[in-house]
């Protein structure tokens, strides 16, 4: 939640200005005006018009409550640990407030009492963010039943979004989380089937909603607070529901860390949902679904259930062989069920083929000796192996006793060997430049394999480049998956980790033709951030391809994608659609694309050029093989 506590207390800190001084500018006739009260110099007088004030709110009808709780809200988000709000029973008037907006529907809508609920249960989870006092003081005062209440949906997502923020802080520490005990079978399954389909819905009742006037008026004020048009809207509707799904995600977290409630989290569809809840690039700071994983992966029974989903064991091995922030969750996934005799036989044939090109992975993610580790993970039964695994796995794990024999006879190496060796692996390395560059690819690789068997392993950089290499000849000969794997040890081998650009580059296209977008964004993410920090870098041209590749990629992974395809019309329908193409449908659809590319510049790029997004995006196939070329070599 570090983003979103970041990003609101610069927001609300900004909204402060006009309200503190409303009262100061102009005579007040109202003798119970908060703003008057808040000027109040004498403070055991100010204080009891407070209390006073926070009692008769939610009994009087009044215009200026809005206001009020917005102010409330700012001062709680920019000075959550100040008791004096608390102190004079704050959390009785909020809980007082939601109750009345979901009891009374004719004055929720009459005025603008429909902002109320929200901003009451904002204020709730703005003071109980740090403070467990704050937060055993909001329980007392009851302000759990009615935040279930918004959490059931009994207004909107907007409300939702709020309400689970406020039980997950609540939830987050041991003094409150008996209160939420009493409801935990319904505040799980609520809160699965909100992080399952919080993206439909904040899609279906905001952002598919082409025609503005269509939106309610104060969903569209509460994410722009009045400023911008349907663009800012949506981008501010992707990052709440991107922060719905992940404040839902740790609320679950806070029941799963405890062991509670497994049998609900651990269900089939629902690991199967989280392998697909990313956090999105506008939360990340957020381990989101995999985050999840990981905490089920220190219970046995959570264990068990992931090791026998197939999908959700692939989609941990991609995320730890990718440069996303979260690759170390991926490989801890992995080492736990291997650790675990009863899951160990289920998933080593996939995780050995993943982990066996981390093996010479040193840090990551702030952790040392991390190859070892995963080796250590491989063989930990080698002597007293119960089944064997596949022929596939079995040669990975050949590769991994291969590698610790080559370091023992390598201690034992004397200078004039490795001498020799280093001269002749680079006889070979240039034989086969000059193969690729002749258009002999496959004789190319030969030649890089060749080297690469020579080359001792503490010449890690003209290892990186042999396998970058190699790896670029796989993706000629349309050999992605292989392609992938020579790419992660050529980056494993880097220094940092996942810093070599030729490799990234290279990978991200592998990626892209296996068809994972998410794996693809983050390498060309990378590979255009690593090219930025060069040294030798002044005025950086990011090349075309690299920015066609973020394009097309932040397309596939928009947050809404899936929950656009879902509620699309049915393949009859999007034929004819084809046949009568709708002039104005296909206006907004260019339109976003625009949007996509104005975000790659402005948000990545920053100042450096990006000369060939002009260019057309039909440029044939020797084109692109052409440019190819161009990044092969050391």
Request: aromatic share 8%; with cysteine; net charge positive.
């Amino acid at each position: 939640m570090e983003y979103y506590n970041k990003t609101e207390k610069a927001r609300a800190s900004s909204d402060t200005t006009d309200t503190a001084h409303l009262c100061s500018k102009q005579i007040c006739t109202n003798p119970h005006c908060f703003f008057c009260i808040m000027n109040e110099h004498e403070a055991l007088l100010r204080r009891a018009k407070i209390s006073n004030c926070f009692k008769k709110m939610p009994l009087v009808d009044s215009q200026e409550n809005v206001i009020v709780l917005s102010g409330l809200w700012n001062i709680a988000m920019t000075h959550p640990d100040d008791p004096e709000f608390p102190s004079l029973g704050i959390f009785e008037c909020m809980k007082n407030l939601i109750q009345r907006g979901i009891n009374d529907r004719e004055w929720l809508l009459r005025d603008q009492n429909m902002y109320i609920p929200y901003y009451a249960a904002h204020i709730v989870g703005s003071y109980t963010m740090n403070s467990t006092k704050f937060a055993e003081k909001a329980v007392q005062s009851g302000v759990i039943p009615p935040l279930l209440e918004l959490l059931r949906g009994k207004i909107s997502w907007v409300e939702q979004r709020v309400a689970v923020r406020a039980l997950g802080h609540l939830a987050s520490y041991e003094a409150t989380f008996e209160a939420l005990k009493e409801f935990e079978e319904e505040v799980v399954e609520l809160t699965m089937h909100l992080a399952s389909t919080c993206l439909e819905v904040v899609y279906k009742a905001f952002v598919g909603i082409k025609d503005k006037s269509k939106r309610l008026a104060y969903h569209s004020d509460l994410l722009t607070r009045g400023v911008g048009g349907m663009e800012i809207e949506n981008r501010k509707a992707e990052e709440w529901a991107s922060q719905l799904q992940c404040w839902s995600l740790h609320l679950l977290n806070c029941f799963a860390y405890k062991e509670r409630s497994l049998s609900l989290i651990c269900r089939p569809e629902f690991l199967k949902d989280l392998c697909s809840m990313l956090g999105g690039l506008v939360n990340d700071t957020s381990p989101a679904g995999f985050g999840l994983i990981r905490i089920l992966c220190y219970s046995k029974l959570g264990r068990k259930r992931v090791a026998e989903m197939r999908e959700v064991v692939v989609s941990l091995c991609n995320l730890s062989r990718s440069s996303d922030d979260w690759q170390y969750i991926g490989i801890d996934c992995l080492l736990l069920l291997l650790k675990d005799p009863d899951t160990r036989y289920k998933v080593i044939d996939i995780a050995s083929l993943f982990l066996v090109d981390l093996a010479e992975l040193r840090s990551l993610g702030g952790r040392s000796n991390m190859g070892e580790a995963i080796i250590n993970g491989l063989l930990s039964d080698h002597k007293e192996r119960r089944l064997k695994p596949n022929k596939t796995a079995q040669s990975a794990l050949r590769e991994i006793w291969a590698l610790i024999d080559t370091r023992k006879r390598e201690k034992m190496m004397n200078d004039e060997e490795f001498e020799e060796r280093r001269v002749l692996l680079n006889l070979i390395k240039q034989q086969g430049n000059q193969c690729f560059w002749s258009g002999e690819v496959e004789e190319a690789l030969i030649k890089y394999s060749e080297a690469l068997g020579l080359c001792p392993l503490k010449l890690r950089k003209d290892r990186i480049v042999l396998y970058s290499n190699r790896a670029q000849c796989h993706l000629l000969l349309r050999d992605p998956d292989a392609a992938v794997r020579d790419t992660t040890r050529a980056l494993c081998l880097s220094t940092p980790a996942n810093s070599h650009k030729k490799s990234l580059w290279r990978r991200s296209q592998a990626y892209d033709m296996k068809g994972l977008a998410k794996e693809s964004l983050m390498d060309c993410i990378m590979f255009i951030n690593c090219s930025i920090k060069s040294k030798s870098a002044k005025h950086v041209k990011i090349p075309y391809h690299a920015a066609r590749m973020i394009t097309k990629q932040m397309d596939a992974m928009w947050i809404f994608s899936n929950a656009q395809s879902k509620l699309s019309r049915s393949p009859s329908e999007l034929y004819h659609d084809n046949e009568n193409k709708n002039s104005e449908n296909h206006q907004i659809e260019i339109a976003r694309m625009q949007e996509q590319k104005q975000r790659v510049t402005s948000g990545w790029f920053c100042d450096h050029t990006i000369t060939a997004f002009s260019a057309s995006l039909n440029s044939n196939y020797l084109q692109f093989q052409h440019s190819i070329l161009l990044l092969h070599g050391p």
